[in-house]
Each structure stands twice: as C-alpha cells, then as structure tokens.
C-alpha cells in the first residue's frame, strides 16, 4: 500500500483528466483502483480537483447534462434522457448516492443545487413538468418524486396509452430534509427548511420550516425560531 503522500500526487492527475467518457473514464478507474477504499470513501476523489467524480459504473445516457465542480456520481446511478427530455443539472459539492435513478422525458428536466445529497435507491422523474431541488438539501434513502401522473378516464384504452398529466412542477427549497422512504406528488412544493418524516406521502404544499408526517403528509409543527 503506498503512502498517503505518494499516491495524493498521482491522484490529482489522474481526476485532472478524468471524465464519463474515453480516456477520462479510464483514468476515473484508475484513480478509484489506486485509492482503494468503498462507497462514501470515494468521494474524495470529487474534491483533489474541481472536476467532479462521475463513476465508470454510473450509466448515463443523457446529451444535455450538466455536472458541477466536486460534484460526486456514485457507482450504479442511472441517468437517463428520453429524446424528448431536458436536462439534467447535479450542482457543485453535490451527490447522488448509488442505485438512484434519474430519468427525464417529455419536457422536463431534474435540477439539483449546490451541496445537496440524494442518498442510495431514490427515483427522480422530469416528465412533463420539472423536478427542481435547491441548495443544501438532505434526501434519504428511497424517496421518490413524480412530478406527472398517468390519467386513466378511458376504460377502453390501457392506462399506458393515454396522456400524462401534471399539476405542476415539484419544487424542493434550500435546507429541506426528506427522511427515508418520502414520496413527493406533482405540483408540491417543500418549503425552505422544513422536514418531512419518514414514509410520508406528500400531496400538498409544506411551508417553510415546518415538520410535516403521514399520508397524505400534514403539517403536525415548525422548527424553533
């Protein structure tokens, strides 16, 4: 095993050029075999250089995306981009954990701020309207968000080939913390600061700072000022 001192310098130039596609792909792979270490070590990998740490085990298909600076993509995240999707945005100092699954189509788009973290298996979805996440903010593990839903008014015709619907994008502010397992509905929007508990369903709007729990998720307090 070589000295923390000799492999720092190696490190930075391999992440220098490293990247999700061709060569930078295999100097990730590289840099990951010569840090050595598992999962959550890896991330600092994403802060030797401004470059941020894609995985070569990520699969993205995406043509507009867009990742900031020490931003860290972890093993198995999935990003993909119907021809019909936006972009996809992952801000500075952010993280996708591994076995979450960004997918866009239809017009929308996912948008994540600066230094929030997406922890393993969530589901994010951009269809017809937007996901939009701000700074700072906490997902647990598991937590879904559907910004559209299937309609279903015609009997005669399977529920897949009738038109998607939306009431509106779904918009996370600045500080929010989602626990394990939240379920975020189309057209909510998750007020800066405010909590929700986990396994809850949210089909409504959460003001700031409040703490809201349950399905359907209903505000139950507020932070301390």
Sequence with gaps: MLPWRVKEP???RLMAVSGPTGGGRLATRLAVWLLGGVYKDRKLLANL???PFI???AQIRCADLRVGRHAFIDDDVTIYAHDDGGRVEVGEFSS???GTVIEIGAGGSVVIGRDSH???ACNLKGFVADLRIGNQVQIAPQCAFSPYQHTFAERTQPIKNQPLASKGPIVIEDDAWLG???IVLDGVTIGRGA???AGAVVTGDVPPYAIAVGVPARVVGSRPS
Excluded: C, D, K
Aim: hydrophobic share 45%; glycine share 14%.
């Design 10 to 12: 190696m490190l930075r």
């Design 49 to 51: 250089t401004p470059r």
């Design 55 to 57: 995985s070569p085990l």
């Design 96 to 98: 996708l954990h591994r």
């Design 118 to 120: 997406i922890q393993g």
């Design 180 to 182: 394990l397992g939240v």
């Design 195 to 197: 909590v929700i508990g």
